[in-house]
C-alpha cells in the first residue's frame, strides 16, 4: 500500500484501537457489577458504562476498523488513490472523529444513557444524535470515496473482473449505505427534533423499526470484512489458493440481497406488526444464513485442498498441515469455529417461537460476543497482526507472534466462561441489560448468581486480553523493528472456474435488494403508520 494510503488506513486503526481499550474497560466494569461483588461510585449509572462499552466496541471500534482495512485492501489491490480520493478519505475520517468524540462526550456525562441500539422510547440529548449523524455522514464520504475509485478502475480496465477484495469493499459499502439510510432516518426526522422539543412525541413502533432496517444489516457490516479476510488472505497465509473467486462473490450478493430485509427478527415479541410479514422476515432471515453456509463450505474445501496438496491423508489429515504456529491464521481460525455454534444460536433466535424462550434474555448478549466480539473481533486481531506492520512499516518478531497466540487462547478461555455463562443463565430465564439485583431473593433470580460470578472471571480474563492485543498492536505500530511485511492477497486455484463479468452488474444487485425491502417492509410500515397512537400528528411519525 501506498505510504499516503497508509497513513490514511493506519489513522482508522488507531481510533479503532483506542474505542476497544476505552470500550474493554467499560464491559470489565458490568460484568463485575452484575456479579454482585462490585458497586459503582453513587454518580455513575450502569447504563452509561454499558452505554459506553456498547457504543465504543458495537459501533466505532467496528466503523473505523473496517473502513481502515477496506481503505487498505483497495488500495493494495486496485492500486493507489488519487489525491483527490485520499482527500475525502480523510474528510470521511475527520468527521467520523469529531463525531465520536461528540457522542462519547455525552455519553460520559450521563446525558445519553440510552444503549448502543438507542431507538425510542429511550431519549438523549441533542448532541448525541449530532454526533452519531456526523459519524454516519463520515461514513458514507469514505464509502463514496472507495466507490468513485472503484469506477476509475473500471474505466481503465474495460471488460475485466475487479480485484476481489475491491469487490468485496464495495459490495460492503453498498450494503452500509443502503441500510444507514434507516437509521439516518430516525434520528433526523424522529429523535433529533424529539430531544430538541420539537415535536412532545414520537411514533416508537416506526423508530424501532427504522432501527431494526439499520441494525441487522448492520451485524453483517461488521461481518463481511472478517469474510473478506477468510476468502482473500487466509488461504494466502497458509500457502494456498483460493477455492472458488464466483463462490465468494456470490455470497457476498446474497449478502446484499438477504441482510436488509429481515430487521423484524428482532421485533418478533412486539405488538402492532402482523405475524404474516413476520413470517415473510423470518424465511428471508433463514436465506441469509445460506451465504454463511456456502462460506463454511469453501473454507472447508480450501483448507482441505491445501492440505492434500502437501501430502494429507485420511478424512481429517488436512487439519495438520496448517500452520498453527502463525497467529496470522490462528486468530481468524477460531473466530470461524467459533462461528459454529455462535451461528446455530444465530439461528435459534430467528425461530420465532424459540425466540420466545430467548428474547430480551441475555442468551442474546451471549449470541452476539460469540459473533461478533469472538468471530469478527477476532479475525479483525488475526489481520491486525500484519496489516499494521505492513502500514507502519515493520515487521512482527517471533516473540510478538507468540504473544498473539497466547492472546487468541487467552481470548477464548474468556470468551468461553463469560458468553457460556449468558446462554445457560438466558435459558433460566435472566434478563439482559439489567443491574445486579436479586429481586427481592426470588428463588429464580438467585440460580443466575453463579453465572453471573462466570460471567465476571470471563470478562477479566478478556480485559486481559485486551491489554495483550494493546501491547502488541502498540508494538507493531511504534517500536518492532522496521522491515517490509506483506499484504497478504491470494491468487485463484489453478482449474477454477473464471468468473463471470454478470457478477458487476451493480445496476441489477441494488435493483434486487431496493425490490426485497419494498416487499418486506411497504405494507407492514403503511399499518404502522395508519394504526399509530390516537392523537399522532402530522405524518404519524409524531
Ligand atoms: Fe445475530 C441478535 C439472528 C448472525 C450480531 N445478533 C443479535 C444481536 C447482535 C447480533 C449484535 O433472529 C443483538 C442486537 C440487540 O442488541 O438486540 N444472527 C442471527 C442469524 C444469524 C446471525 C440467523 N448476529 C449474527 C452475526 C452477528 C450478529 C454474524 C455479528 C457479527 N441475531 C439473530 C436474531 C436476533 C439476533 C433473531 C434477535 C434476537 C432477539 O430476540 O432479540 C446468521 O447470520 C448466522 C449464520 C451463521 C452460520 C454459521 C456458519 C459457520 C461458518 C464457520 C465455518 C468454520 C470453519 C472452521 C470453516 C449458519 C461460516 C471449521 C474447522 C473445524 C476444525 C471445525
Known sequence: VDRRDAK?????????????????????????????????????????????????????????????????????????????????????????TIGTAITAFFILI???????????????????????????????????????????????????????????????????????????ATVLIQLLPWSLGLVDRINVLVSRTLFWYFGHPLVYFWLLPAYMVWYAIVPKIIGGKIFSDSLARLSFILFLFFSIPVGFHHQLMEPGIDPFWKYVQVVLTFMVAIPSLMTAFAMFATFELYGRSKGATGLFGWLRKLPWGDARFFAPFVGMVFFIPAGAGGLVNASHQLDQVVHNTIWVTGHFHLTLATTVV???????????????????????????????????????????????????????????????????????????????????????????????????????????????????????????????????WIGITVALILIAYTIPFIDMIQNAPPGSKGYKLW
Open 378 to 508: 477476532l479475525t479483525f486481531f488475526g489481520a491486525a497482526y500484519w496489516l499494521v506492520p505492513h502500514l507502519s512499516g515493520r515487521v512482527m518478531t517471533k516473540a510478538m507472534n507468540r504473544l498473539a497466540i497466547i492472546q487468541t487462547i487467552v481470548w477464548v478461555i474468556g470468551m468461553t466462561f463469560m458468553s457460556g455463562a449468558m446462554h445457560f443463565e438466558g435459558l433460566l430465564g435472566a434478563p439482559r441489560r439489567s443491574a445486579f439485583s436479586t429481586y427481592g431473593n426470588s428463588p429464580q433470580a438467585l440460580e443466575w448468581i453463579p453465572y453471573q460470578i462466570a460471567q465476571a472471571v470471563g470478562g477479566t480474563i478478556l480485559f486481559i486480553g485486551i491489554i495483550l492485543v494493546l501491547v502488541i498492536i502498540t508494538n507493531l505500530a511504534f517500536f518492532a523493528p522496521k522491515g517490509e511485511t506483506e499484504f497478504p492477497v491470494a491468487e485463484l486455484a489453478e482449474g477454477a472456474e473464471r468468473t463471470p463479468l454478470a457478477m458487476e452488474n451493480w445496476k441489477l
Open 110 to 184: 450521563g446525558q445519553a444513557s440510552v444503549l448502543y441500539t438507542f431507538y425510542a422510547p429511550l431519549q438523549a440529548h441533542p448532541g448525541f444524535y449530532l454526533g452519531l449523524t456526523l459519524v454516519v455522514v463520515g461514513s458514507w464520504v469514505s464509502g463514496f470515496a472507495i466507490f468513485a475509485h472503484y469506477a476509475r478502475w473500471k474505466k481503465e480496465h474495460p471488460k475485466q473482473v475487479s480485484p476481489l477484495l475491491t469487490f468485496m469493499a464495495v459490495a460492503n459499502m453498498i450494503l452500509w449505505l443502503v441500510c444507514s439510510l434507516g437509521v439516518a
Open 8 to 96: 490514511l488506513a493506519l489513522a482508522h486503526l488507531y481510533v479503532a484501537f483506542i474505542a476497544l481499550g476505552l470500550g474493554g474497560l467499560a464491559g470489565l466494569l458490568q460484568t463485575l457489577v452484575r456479579s454482585g461483588k462490585f458497586t459503582l461510585p453513587a454518580n455513575i449509572s450502569y447504563y452509561t458504562i454499558l452505554t459506553t462499552h456498547g457504543v465504543l466496541l458495537g459501533l466505532v471500534l467496528t466503523t473505523f476498523f473496517i473502513i481502515g482495512f477496506q481503505f487498505a485492501a483497495v488500495s493494495r489491490t486496485a492500486g493507489t488513490f488519487s489525491d483527490r480520493v485520499r482527500f475525502w478519505g480523510w474528510v470521511g475520517f475527520w468527521l467520523m
